[in-house]
């Protein structure tokens, strides 16, 4: 297939591309650089079947070619991100989210949109199924993205109402891996690079919100089996598996042998107290669920991690 990929330069693009180009697709990888890097892709840039279009998909955009699928993981991720360019993410998940799909409708092409567990905001259900309408504060510092991604799904959702546009939704919960950015400024990348310079680990209130974290690699077989497998409806893609923030913060210490001590610091506000996916649906429909654990996964982030700070 020919596949048109917004975000193809970013963490998790990166990897999607990667396996996508592995399976024999053509890939044509769109992205403005603000949050991805060429680094990522550097690798597959003399690929023939891969190409790069440095392209901010806010703005209207055309992709020459029969195009099979458009998957738009375009969007800043991280709250470091998304507070430091709070009008490019509202941008990118309301234009950007209408020019890829009107990409997808005028190719004939199926869709992705990549939303995110953050739609759920600060839950008062758990472990969050995806007929929970979520409990986010629509003016608070974080709304910016996930106002932006709760747009995106309703503007997904009309496409495929109007037009019957073949669409997928997938709500990401907190991935990890390789090429996840120094200075992303979410926990995983933090405390790894905060742990093998022997550097106090930064805990946010007592430690005590959970988070669920995913290898990057069970994330994109899960992409690829909603692609496949999927219907319209959104559906989970995480790790069930719940641990707090202190207790991940051990186990980094642990695995990366650190002489780090854990310091406190006040929570941001909004933060989510607790977040677990429900994967009942994956499981049904997909056939997935992860299969990474996760201190294997974490094991070679570190390695990763490691590698470039030497």
């Not at 996930?146 to 109007?162: G, L, P, Q, S």
């Not at 497998?229 to 559906?235: A, E, I, L, M, T």
């Amino acid at each position: 297939m020919r596949i048109v990929l917004t975000g193809g330069a970013g963490f998790i693009g990166s990897h999607l591309a990667d396996r996508l180009i592995a399976e024999g697709h053509e890939v044509v990888a769109v992205d403005n650089l603000i949050t991805g890097y060429e680094e990522n892709i550097r690798h597959l840039l003399a690929n023939p079947n891969f190409s790069f279009i440095n392209q901010d998909i806010s703005q209207p955009f055309e992709v020459a070619g029969p195009v099979d699928w458009v998957l738009n993981l375009a969007s800043p991720a991280s709250p470091i991100d998304y507070l430091r360019l709070p009008l490019e993410t509202l941008r990118v998940g309301s234009f950007g989210t209408h020019h890829t799909l009107d990409l997808a409708r005028a190719k004939g092409a199926r869709y992705l949109l990549t939303s995110t567990s953050e739609v759920y905001g600060d839950p008062q259900v758990h472990p969050q199924p995806e007929s929970y309408w979520g409990n986010v504060n629509p003016n608070g510092p974080r709304s910016v993205y996930d106002e932006a991604k709760r747009y995106a799904e309703a503007a997904t959702m009309a496409y495929h109402r109007e037009f019957g546009l073949d669409i997928r939704i997938v709500r990401i919960f907190n991935t990890y891996g390789p090429r996840n950015r120094v200075d992303d400024g979410r926990v995983v990348p933090t405390f790894i690079n905060q742990a093998l310079r022997n550097e106090p680990l930064t805990v946010f209130g007592e430690g005590r919100q959970t988070r669920s974290f995913q290898y990057v690699d069970d994330l994109v077989e899960g992409l690829l089996l909603l692609m496949e497998r999927g219907d319209h409806q959104p559906v989970n893609i995480g790790n069930p598996n719940e641990m707090t923030i202190l207790q991940f913060a051990r186990l980094i210490i642990e695995l990366t042998a650190s002489a780090s001590e854990i310091v406190y610091r006040p929570l941001p506000q909004d933060d989510p107290q607790i977040r677990q996916p429900d994967i009942t649906r994956a499981r049904g429909v997909l056939g997935w669920e992860p299969r990474v654990p996760v201190e294997l996964g974490i094991s070679r982030t570190i390695d990763w991690y490691r590698a470039r700070i030497a």
